[in-house]
């Protein structure tokens, strides 16, 4: 079974910037072969699916309200997924995981939608002036 551990959440003012990563471990496979994506859940609220990636670097696919703002990449090396977040707003505070998703119509593409249900601890963005 696979394991995340996300890390890289703070406190940052409105339109700033942070850097989150997820270092997973227990792959049988390179990173690149996993649609893995990071997702948010925010106090009250359900989780939600942020921004995904699926077999290649143009594979992604991103919530309507992270669009332009969030980047997603990936070292293959380090098994370590990263989350550029840029442009910070007060919506977006929540407590982030990443986790693999499921596939779309083509095998390629990844979706909004967790595989299963393996969660790490995630990391916590605060947005506050």
């Known amino acids: 079974q696979l394991h995340f551990v996300e890390s890289g959440g703070g406190l940052v003012q409105p339109g700033g910037s942070l850097r989150l990563s997820c270092e997973v471990s227990?792959?049988?496979?390179?990173?690149?072969?996993?649609?893995i994506g990071w997702f948010r859940q925010a106090p009250g609220k359900e989780r939600e699916g942020a921004i995904c990636i699926g077999s290649s670097d143009e594979d992604t696919e991103s919530a309507e309200s992270v669009k332009g703002r969030f980047t997603i990449s990936r070292d293959i090396a380090k098994k370590t997924l990263y989350l550029q977040m840029n442009n910070l707003k007060p919506e977006d505070p929540a407590q982030y995981y990443c986790?693999?998703?499921?596939?779309?119509?083509?095998?390629?593409?990844?979706?909004?939608?967790?595989?299963?249900?393996?969660w790490g601890k995630g990391t916590l963005v605060t947005v506050s002036s």
């Open positions: 986790t693999t998703t499921r596939r779309g119509r083509q095998f390629s593409q990844c979706l909004l939608r967790p595989l299963g249900n393996n």
């Open positions: 227990g792959l049988t496979l390179d990173l690149d072969q996993y649609a």
